[in-house]
């Protein structure tokens, strides 16, 4: 059964929602904002009917919380309202208010019009979710490409991804960086960070695949797969009407190498000028470049790549970053220790 949130300060309004969709959707009912945002964050309704007028919150102020909200912002809404006001139901269209029924309503077409607005967000959401499979598709193909490649770092672009996905998530729990996080789409954040490597495709095969420590010269060369990988990825965009979807990898792309204090590469930014995606994916970046083996080296235990990152921090490292990555810290062994173990 479908599931409808209605928020409305008048407490007959409210009842008289639940008592003419009952049987039909499980219907839940809000006197404030306050008081859905609560739930929404254990249950996410199927549509949204809001009241307009309302002491605390109005409805307008409430629709631009839903929608500059990434998790709640594909929630459709219905202003239900007493109101008869063309300017207001302009600005609601604007905002992102899929419909306006007025009251009184009369229960037959109120039923109607949820079930004909539920329907075509099903038909919306089946085929955003073909596009993102198709784009999926693509990053996939792509990043298997240089991880073939590439066979010094083995699955390093999955556990990258991996570990993104914890620090990402740790962020969101305790509200850092929320601002920037929140107009993310996370589903299409995590599978770009496989292409944060993407660069490496125009390195030979002789640098790429030493078995030992590259010398100046061929380190300067590996250097560049960071400007180059977002140059691959800038021809992408710009050859595809579906490009937008690789705006996160060219981040991850172009600036995971980057440094807090300004000495990396290949811009030489500093601080809060790195994208937030390169200064999350550095951490991520170099923990599993540190407990990883390489021809070159032994890995660190991860109690010592632990005591690296949380001595780079605020240089090398965005002390925020750092702080996350320490709050999750075991996570990150228990995850790490099973993809290295899958490879061995």
């Not at 609560?38 to 629709?63: H, Q």
């Not at 290949?266 to 994208?275: A, H, K, S, T, V």
């Amino acid at each position: 059964m479908k599931t409808i949130f209605a928020v409305d300060d008048v407490k007959t309004n409210r009842n008289m929602v639940k008592d003419a969709l009952e049987g039909h959707y499980k219907v839940y009912t809000f006197p404030d904002a306050d008081k859905m945002f609560n739930l929404l964050e254990r249950i996410i309704p199927d549509l949204i009917l809001l009241d307009i007028n309302m002491p605390e919150k109005n409805g307008f102020e409430i629709l631009s919380q839903l929608k500059g909200d990434t998790r709640y912002k594909f929630i459709p809404v219905i202003f239900l309202t007493g109101e008869l006001d063309p300017a207001a139901e302009i600005r609601g269209f604007e905002m992102g208010v899929i419909d306006f029924i007025h009251t009184p309503f009369t229960i037959p077409i109120l039923i109607k019009r949820i079930e004909t607005h539920i329907e075509i967000d099903s038909i919306i959401k089946k085929n955003i979710r073909a596009v993102h499979a198709f784009h999926f598709t693509v990053i996939g193909v792509i990043a298997n490409m240089v991880e073939n490649r590439d066979v010094v770092t083995g699955k390093h672009i999955e556990r990258t991804q991996e570990y993104l996905k914890i620090l990402v998530e740790e962020l969101i729990r305790t509200g850092v960086y929320e601002g920037e996080i929140s107009g993310w789409d996370i589903d299409l954040l995590l599978p770009s960070a496989q292409l944060h490597d993407v660069g490496k495709i125009t390195i030979s095969d002789t640098i790429l695949n030493k078995p030992g420590k590259l010398n100046d010269e061929e380190f300067a060369v590996i250097k560049t797969h960071s400007s180059e990988g977002e140059r691959v990825i800038c021809d992408i965009i710009e050859k595809t009407e579906e490009g937008d979807f690789l705006l996160h990898a060219k981040r991850f792309a172009g600036s995971h190498h980057e440094k807090w204090n300004g000495t990396g590469y290949p811009r030489g930014l500093r601080e809060y000028d790195i994208p937030l995606e390169g200064r999350i994916m550095a951490v991520a970046d170099v923990y599993d470049a540190l407990v990883s083996k390489r021809p070159y080296k032994k890995p660190f235990t991860h109690e010592e790549a632990v005591d690296i990152i949380k001595k780079d921090s605020g240089t090398h490292f965005d002390p925020n970053i750092v702080k996350a990555f320490l709050n999750v810290a075991d996570v990150f062994k228990t995850k790490s220790e099973e993809m290295l173990k899958a490879i061995t």
